[in-house]
């Protein structure tokens, strides 16, 4: 990026829906450099507000539970309805290996050449908490560009998981019949996130079991509280492969949108992210600017050493790095 573009320019030509444009602020937001990323903070607050009516799905599953195939076959089933789709992806293992294996285009061929889709795989350097915080401004200028279906697509396991249901309308979660994975998922908390979970893979001979573990989660989900009054956890059966089950699936997703925004619960989730983000971002803005300075530096390494041997108590030499830059106390 020779020449830095101007904000105003590449927001107007974002909200045209130049995927050139597109691209080229989800590459100043995603970047190491500062400037980048805040040419790319600048550009957002020009896009704001963003269309209405957008949908954001999260899609969770194991490696192997078949996303990539389902998210083809459903992004290309919306982009012939009219729909204009982005798929993204927050994958914490790119994060280590630094190379993404979410919603890679070579794992979505039909809308890889598809000219209503926008396939992007996920960032791949910074913590988690980064990551997110990435995948979510490229959420908001696909939204901006005219993309009104986002998916965001993760691997069904941890944190990932949380931090991508804080960022969209809805969790899907795809599970596989067999290896006791239903129950797993019940263990490991998954299913408290999902709104929707489908039985995949419901195709051939394995469509009696995808759906007797469909029917066996649905007597599970019974005892685990709802997520919401309005709402208990549909188990549909579906497969990517074949296509079958997709309508009923997305049909279930409108459905979704149409209770939550009755009862309110939908603007509250939008609202609370947004809120919630605004913290974060303050949160670690104030990081970046009180301890990034030389004078911070100086003496967290100092602290460091004392507090490494175990001489001082890490809570109040804390406290006694910012008394020393400055800054003042907690109020009373
Ligand atoms: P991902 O790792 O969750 O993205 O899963 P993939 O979409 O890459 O699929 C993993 C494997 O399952 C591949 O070998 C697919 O061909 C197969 N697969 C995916 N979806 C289906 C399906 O609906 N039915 C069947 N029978 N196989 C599927």
């Given at each position: ?40 903070a600048?550009?957002l607050?020009?896009?704001a ?15 192997g539970a ?26 914490p293992?790119?994060?280590r ?6 919603g ?12 209503n ?13 980064g ?7 490229t ?20 944190q990932?998981e ?35 979970v ?8 394995d ?15 019974n ?28 049909e ?19 609202a ?22 030389k ?13 490494g ?14 008394d ?9």
């Open positions: 990026m020779a020449n830095s573009p101007d904000p105003e320019e590449l927001a107007a030509a974002i909200r045209t829906g130049r995927r050139a444009a597109l691209s080229r602020a989800i590459t100043l937001a995603e970047s190491t450099r500062a400037d980048h990323r805040a040419l790319a600048s550009v607050d020009r896009l507000p963003l269309p209405q009516g957008t949908i954001r799905i999260g899609i969770s599953g194991v490696p078949g996303k990539s195939t389902l998210i083809d076959a459903l992004g290309s089933m919306l982009t012939e309805q009219g729909h204009k789709v982005a798929v993204l992806a927050v994958d293992s790119s994060v290996s630094g190379g993404s294996i979410l890679d285009k070579t794992r979505m061929h039909r809308l890889a050449s598809d000219a889709a926008f396939v992007r795989p996920s960032p791949s350097s910074g913590t988690l908490g990551v997110a915080a990435k995948t979510r401004e959420m908001l200028l696909c939204e901006a560009a005219g993309f009104d279906v986002v998916i965001v697509e993760t691997m069904g396991v941890g990932a949380v931090a991508v249901a804080g960022m969209v309308d809805l969790v899907v979660l795809l599970m596989i019949a067999g290896g006791g994975d239903e129950l797993q998922g019940i263990k490991k908390g998954i299913l408290e996130i999902a709104d929707i489908a039985l995949n893979k419901a195709d051939g001979e469509r009696p079991r995808a759906e007797r573990a469909a029917s066996e989660l649905r007597s599970a989900l005892i685990l509280s709802p997520p919401s009054p309005d709402w208990r956890v549909p188990v549909l059966t579906v497969s990517g492969a074949t296509g079958a089950g997709l309508d009923a699936l997305w279930t997703v409108l459905r979704h949108r149409a209770v939550h925004q009755a009862n309110g619960a939908w603007q509250a989730r939008r609370g992210q947004r809120i919630g983000w605004l913290k974060a971002s303050l949160d670690e803005a104030l990081r970046r600017r009180v301890l990034s300075g004078q911070a530096r100086a003496a967290l390494a100092e602290a460091e050493a004392a507090v041997t175990g001489s001082r108590a890490p809570t109040a030499v804390a406290e006694e790095i910012l020393r830059l400055g800054l003042p106390g907690e109020p009373t």
